[in-house]
T-cell receptor
Framework: NAGVTQTPKFRVLKTGQSMTLLCAQDMNHEYMYWYRQDPGMGLRLIHYSVGEGTTAKGEVPDGYNVSRLKKQNFLLGLESAAPSQTSVYFC???????????FGPGTRLTVT | GIQVEQSPPDLILQEGANSTLRCNFSDSVNNLQWFHQNPWGQLINLFYIPSGTKQNGRLSATTVATERYSLLYISSSQTTDSGVYFCAVTPYQAGTALIFGKGTTLSVSS
């Protein structure tokens, strides 16, 4: 099993550009999450999904959209990137509430 | 919301030393995980430990849920143990996501 994978690993955007980050998991997990990590801080939740076709906002959702069209994939979109969105983005998944979360390797995004 | 406090914020050790990292949380939880973030940024799951004690090689962890704290023990530290250690919790009946502490930065020198 590959576990949780993220694409791409690195990306540089100019202000105003758009992009989509892809998270895929092969563990048949229902729940998936997108977090961001800023320098010197722990991770903060952007959006999450409790099943195919569902999404919900987390702590810092502004400027991001998500979609969960397939159970194994969770997409994070930036419609108009801003320098404040420069961060490392982590995806995670677990079978359901209160179970251990498994994290992907992260995507380092720089917006200039 | 729930508060997660980790101590100490920074720790410097010589190779071979032992250490204890602490995580205090302000409300009941139904998930608690310890992670190691290595210098390359990768998050490594160490323990899933909402209660009780677990051991994995030189690392062990104990969570006392009734007193709202968890401890991570590192014995005979090695330079590869360097990095940031995060504690993260999911509040009981208050969402599904993990709430992270700010981490303990560990530096182990040879």
């Amino acid at each position: 099993n590959a576990g949780v994978t993220q694409t791409p690993k690195f990306r540089v955007l100019k202000t105003g550009q758009s992009m989509t980050l892809l998270c895929a998991q092969d563990m048949n997990h229902e729940y998936m999450y997108w977090y961001r990590q800023d320098p010197g801080m722990g991770l903060r939740l952007i959006h999450y999904s409790v099943g195919e076709g569902t999404t919900a906002k987390g702590e810092v959702p502004d400027g991001y959209n998500v979609s969960r069209l397939k159970k194994q994939n969770f997409l994070l979109g930036l419609e108009s990137a801003a320098p404040s969105q420069t961060s490392v983005y982590f995806c995670a998944s677990n079978p359901s509430d209160a179970y251990e979360q498994y994290f992907g390797p992260g995507t380092r995004l720089t917006v200039t | 919301g729930i508060q997660v406090e980790q101590s100490p914020p920074d720790l410097i050790l010589q190779e071979g030393a032992n250490s204890t990292l602490r995580c205090n949380f302000s409300d009941s939880v139904n998930n608690l995980q310890w992670f190691h973030q290595n210098p390359w940024g990768q998050l490594i799951n160490l323990f899933y430990i909402p209660s009780g004690t677990k051991q994995n090689g030189r690392l062990s962890a104990t969570t006392v849920a009734t007193e709202r704290y968890s401890l991570l023990y590192i014995s005979s530290s090695q330079t590869t143990d360097s990095g940031v250690y995060f504690c993260a919790v999911t509040p009981y009946q208050a969402g599904t996501a993990l709430i992270f502490g700010k981490g303990t930065t560990l530096s182990v020198s040879s």
